[in-house]
């Protein structure tokens, strides 16, 4: 069955490279529970190159977004399963090194026996396409998450740990609010308004319409 590949425009326009997305359905399971997820898949590249940014539940719809080009990279934003379910079929189907912050090997160990091939560090700086994919650790929905900044598209791919609506959920094993909204404060909210932030489900948001709404979050609480 073919996927529904999207493009997405960003504000930013450097030339030549793209962002494709996909959807991915499945199943998320932490504490004892399983949900049913839908989750965002994105491809970022030029017409040779491309990285993918988390592999979640089902290689073939990323590998029809991927459309023949050389995945340089697998950057996973987290452990969580629901965002790994697809990294063994993905890596032997394109030969991809696949990268997650140290922080979050436990998680990944709990559905694949063998690590990581690459460990993501803060300001860590992957280039595809002529354009930089800067590495930003934002610990609090798990230890290890990491969003990747691409300011040459004034684009954010912030994983689970900002949504529209604000943060990701911090109820669970591993997560904590204060340090989600610490991550969020310092490490998000300061980039530019108009950044594009690709989330890790659901819709798309900007910086500028959810910085307005921090202190409502913190009020709010978890």
């Given amino acids: 069955m073919s996927a529904d590949v999207t493009r997405v425009q960003t504000p930013g326009r ?30 970022i590249g030029d017409d040779h190159e491309c990285l993918v940014i988390d592999a979640a539940h089902d290689a073939g719809p990323i590998l029809q977004a991927v ?24 890596k032997e189907a394109t030969g991809a090194p696949v990268h997650l ?17 690459t460990a993501l560090a803060e300001s860590d700086t992957f280039v595809v396409g002529e354009t930089d994919v800067r590495v930003l650790h934002t610990p609090g929905h798990a230890p290890g998450a990491c969003c990747f900044y691409v300011p040459g598209l004034a684009a954010l791919f912030s994983g689970d740990t900002l949504f529209a609506g ?10 904590d609010f204060d340090t989600i909204i610490d991550s969020i404060s310092n490490k998000l909210l300061t980039l530019p308004s108009e950044t594009l932030v690709l989330t890790g489900h659901g819709d798309t948001t ?9 202190q409502e979050w913190i009020d709010r609480g978890h």
């Fill in 166 to 175: 604000g943060p990701g959920a911090t109820g669970r094993s591993f997560s």
């Fill in 101 to 117: 912050h140290p922080d979050d090997y436990f998680l990944y160990e709990r559905v694949f026996a063998d690590p990581p091939d």
């Fill in 14 to 43: 450097a030339t030549g490279v793209r962002i494709d997305s996909v959807v991915t359905a499945g199943t998320f399971s932490l504490d004892g529970g399983t949900w049913d997820v839908e989750n965002n898949v994105y491809v």
């Fill in 67 to 90: 459309a023949g080009r050389t995945v340089t990279a697998i950057l996973l934003t987290h452990g969580h399963d629901d965002h790994i379910g697809a990294v063994r079929e993905l």
């Fill in 206 to 214: 900007t910086i500028g319409k959810e910085a307005p709404h921090r």
